[in-house]
């Protein structure tokens, strides 16, 4: 039997890849007794910051890249992805209630698979550590102890409205550059509309973070607010950019984009307006854009602390400890960043542990496939580490004779599927 430690998107990839194979599972996770502050429900592999898992361009998008790598290598988190879907354009979304719920009742439907809700308190001798990057308490105190350096920076999430409170007499529907189906509700302002917006915005009040410093901020999911912080004009070429969704002929100053959250449309996320303001602060100043003027908010934006090792220390190119090969970490704790990526690394650790089970040496990926360059750069020096997501620039050079990006990234996407057709084959 193999003992995994938290069932989000690392643990139930390497529970359900185990499994499969006949191996006798130990599955342990506090809920529905106990939750982190960014969970609301008691499903496993819950998606707490937003409900996209990017990009679904393989050729031309690291990140969709990376999830063809996961299909291949036959995924949970993609086959319930593509189970629960909803329009997003160019995006890969998913309802994620039930996409939580696909997850949990696969897991609890496996016959090898024992769930056990518990909080543990102490480092296993060997297993699967995947609790995530709210990972506290008793573990927490353990893992510091034992491998010292454990890391932290503040992510946020975005909050979500009811569908039937937005004025769609305010808005228009449309994906950017027409990718997709209008599948965006896209909700524009005036000149003097988005300057009023970001004033207010600037001054509201935040929600008081203990030690919090802008160092500790993941770039990756930066509060709208403080993005804002770094000029007027931020917001306008970011999250609030109108390139792309000309709307007769016109394009707005600024638009803010609403995604479907779920498969019914009865609830919308804020595109990219991750936030740690009061909770009336958000409900007053996002609701001075004109098509949420009379918003309901079904969930407010929240920031929290996520956890990571100082993995080149601590942890071997297939995420087990260096001083110890029989324990394995998986998912964002290990300096992966992203849902799409923390599940990679938990099935990668679950054929990793499978290969060392069976008495086998486990064997990596090259780096000229996401999951091999991932892999490796987690167990890297480099100088200062933190977290990374699925990008170009951390695959093994080549075509650099290739002036043209598209092409080049499309040379290199295809690099990637034959080096995971092949690792595929040597498993």
């Keep these: 039997m193999i003992k995994i430690i938290g069932a989000g998107l690392g643990g139930s990839e390497a529970a359900y890849y185990l499994a499969k194979r006949g191996v006798e599972v130990e599955l342990v996770d506090m809920k529905p007794e106990k939750r982190t502050p960014a969970h609301s429900s008691n499903g496993f592999a819950e998606l707490v910051c937003s409900n996209s898992l990017k990009s679904s361009d393989i050729y031309g998008n690291a990140c969709g890249l990376l999830k063809e790598e996961l299909r291949i290598l036959g995924s949970l988190t993609m086959e319930a992805a593509e189970k629960t879907k909803v329009p997003a354009g160019g995006a890969l979304a998913v309802d994620r209630d039930k996409f939580s719920d696909y997850i949990t009742e696969k897991l609890r439907a496996e016959k090898n698979i024992r769930i056990v809700c518990r909080e543990e308190e102490e480092l296993p001798k060997s297993g699967i550590v995947a609790t995530g990057p709210l990972t506290a308490g008793a573990l927490y105190e353990a893992i510091e102890k034992r491998f010292g350096g454990s890391l932290h920076f503040y992510d946020a999430t975005a909050p979500v409205v009811s569908a039937d409170s937005i004025d769609y007499s305010k808005t228009f529907s449309m994906s950017r550059y027409g990718k997709g189906e209008g599948d965006y509700i896209n909700c524009p302002l005036t000149k003097e509309e988005y300057y009023h917006f970001i004033d207010e915005l600037l001054g509201a009040e935040k929600v008081e973070l203990h030690a919090f410093e802008k160092r500790e901020i993941f770039e990756g999911c930066m509060p709208v607010e403080v993005m804002a912080s770094r000029g007027k004009d931020t917001l306008r070429f970011g999250m609030l950019k109108s390139v792309g969704l000309e709307f007769e002929g016109v394009r707005p100053y600024a638009v803010l984009q609403l995604r479907r959250e779920n498969e019914a449309g009865t609830s919308y996320g804020l595109v990219g307006f991750q936030t740690n303001l ?38 071997q190119a297939d995420f087990s400890v260096k001083q110890n090969p029989d324990l394995f970490f998986a998912g964002q704790i290990t300096g992966v960043e992203g849902y799409v990526e923390s599940a990679m690394s938990g099935l990668l650790a679950g054929i990793h542990a499978y290969r060392r089970l069976c008495g086998k040496e486990t064997i990596v990926p090259e780096d000229t496939c996401v999951c091999g360059a991932l892999s490796r750069y987690v167990a890297t020096h480099s100088g200062h580490f933190e977290p990374m997501n699925a990008n170009y620039g951390i695959l093994r050079a080549g075509f650099e004779t290739v002036r043209d990006k598209k092409e080049k990234k499309r040379l290199l996407s295809e690099r990637a599927l034959q080096e995971i057709i092949r690792f595929q084959e040597e498993l």
């Design 278 to 315: 009061k909770f009336g602060e958000q409900k007053r100043v996002f609701s001075l854009i004109p098509a949420l003027k009379n918003a309901e908010f079904e969930r407010y934006g929240v920031m929290h602390r996520n956890t990571y090792l100082q993995s080149p220390e601590v942890l």
